[in-house]
């Protein structure tokens, strides 16, 4: 009896999995491979040598913060598309849409322009010495000979993720998944061919890899928009979509009113998670190339849970958009049950790699030995990432945008990055020490959550009428 009531609670049947995998699967695959090509991206960067893959990462966590406001922005307009798709409301999906496309219209802008004139004291902010080897003139030169080329690309693929959110708020994952692949791919081979000047190309080091990464962007939001529009009937919200790019003005003022602390949230939490690999950073470029790689493989397995995440959203939302508060409760226990015991295994299969991953690079004795040693961290505290990955999307769908700010982002500016700049400014502990530590505070956080989700404010339908 005892069993039953577990199942009931936490697993579920057959038919539950096919519909969360459906949706699940699909996004899963697709970062899968893009966070495996990523991989040997990183790898190919990485063999050059250290100085080249630390200059790539830096610029890549600038554009990260750029990514994750994207990723925000959208996602608090997605809360409403998933709603609108449960309801059956076609205008009211394409409206969202659009506003989408002023949005990433206006923080593309905004980004691009950033990036470009304060390159310089930004990249800077992360070079400091203090490690056996690292050249850090070198350094500086790869990042804004990178970031100059990548610039390029952010706006590709701001545009590529209004269309590849839409789809999947209204089911349809299986597209922004092939365009993913295709665009990785064409990645990967542009990498090895503009990276090491092969087919009689120019050996152009981390500036090909930055051109490779824009190609494929282009190739990405190409295949988006071609599959999207000539298969209007699979997907309606395209019929008359730009017969205006006027959004009704109350729809905004609600979007912006609910959406604004979701992107707030992710420019916050992507700063702060820049903002901590800064403060590491002072241990020496060691440390950042360290991090880098263990981030690298670490991607790779975050996946199950982050796709799982997205699930929550997608899925919990329909539900609470058709007015099934019960089931909406019932099937985010199971999803969140379902990432935790999911990443247990993962984690183990991350730990495994934390001895093998780092040889692959061209780098020195003391990055390999960083970085082994962040990822056994990084692989056991992953069910507890995963559970307070689940808490967001859960409060996220729901429309507490604003509780999860206050959940997310808070939570890295009040605790983790006080005690990062204490332990690493004021301490002498050893850099992995310190990062244990930090990382250790991720079951506070996932204290936290259990406690948010469980009072059931977040079962609500907000778009009703």
């Not at 923080?107 to 010495?129: K, N, R, T, W, Y």
């Not at 089931?327 to 934390?354: P, Q, Y």
């Amino acid at each position: 009896m005892m069993w039953k009531r577990f199942k009931e609670k936490y697993i579920g049947d057959r038919a539950f999995y096919r519909l969360v995998l459906t949706i699940a699967l699909p996004v899963m695959i697709q970062n899968g491979i893009t966070s495996f090509v990523n991989m040997l991206d990183n790898l190919m960067v990485g063999g050059i040598g250290t100085e080249q893959m630390s200059g790539v990462a830096i610029c890549n966590q600038l554009i990260f913060v750029f990514n994750l406001c994207v990723f925000g922005g959208l996602s608090g307009a997605g809360i409403y598309g998933a709603q609108f798709h449960g309801k059956r409301d076609l205008d009211g999906v394409q409206n969202v849409f659009r506003f989408k496309l002023w949005l990433v219209g206006f923080l593309s802008i905004l980004g691009v322009l950033a990036l470009h004139f304060f390159d310089e004291p930004l990249l800077s902010l992360f070079l400091h010495q203090g490690s056996e080897q690292g050249d850090l003139v070198l350094t500086l030169q790869c990042a804004r000979a990178y970031l100059a080329v990548a610039l390029i690309g952010l706006p590709v693929w701001a545009l590529s993720q209004s269309y590849a959110s839409t789809l999947r708020e209204t089911a349809s994952t299986t597209l922004p998944m092939g365009a993913g692949i295709a665009a990785m791919l064409v990645n990967l081979v542009g990498n090895w061919i503009l990276i090491y000047g092969r087919f009689g190309a120019p050996r152009l080091g981390v500036v090909g890899a930055a051109w490779a990464t824009v190609l494929s962007r282009i190739v990405e939001l190409t295949i988006i928009l071609v599959f999207t529009h000539v298969n209007a009937k699979d997907h309606p919200f395209v019929k008359g979509l730009y017969r205006t790019l006027k959004v009704p003005r109350a729809l905004t003022g609600t979007i912006i009113q609910k959406g604004m602390p979701l992107l707030l949230n992710e420019a916050l939490w992507s700063s702060g998670q820049t903002t901590l690999v800064q403060i590491y950073s002072t241990r020496g470029l060691a440390v950042v190339a360290g991090i880098n790689i263990s981030n690298t493989i670490s991607m790779l397995f975050n996946i199950v849970f982050m796709s799982l995440g997205s699930s929550i959203g997608i899925v919990v939302g329909n539900l609470l958009g058709a007015g099934d508060m019960e089931e909406a409760k019932r099937t985010n226990t199971r999803l969140t049950a379902f990432s935790v015991m999911c990443c247990f295994v993962i984690g183990g299969l991350l730990a495994a790699t934390s001895g093998i991953f780092p040889l692959l690079y061209n780098t020195t004795d003391e990055v390999r030995r960083i970085a082994s040693r962040l990822i056994l961290i990084t692989s056991a505290i992953m069910p507890f990432h995963a559970y307070t990955n689940a808490c967001y999307f859960t409060l996220r769908s729901g429309g507490l945008t604003r509780l999860t700010m206050v959940y997310d982002c808070s939570f890295v500016w009040c605790v983790c990055i006080p005690l990062a700049f204490c332990l690493c400014r004021f301490t002498p502990l050893p850099f992995v020490v310190c990062y244990a530590a930090v990382t250790a505070t991720e079951g506070l956080k996932a204290l936290f959550g259990y406690h948010l989700v469980h009072q059931w404010k977040w079962v609500r339908n907000i778009v009703e009428g």
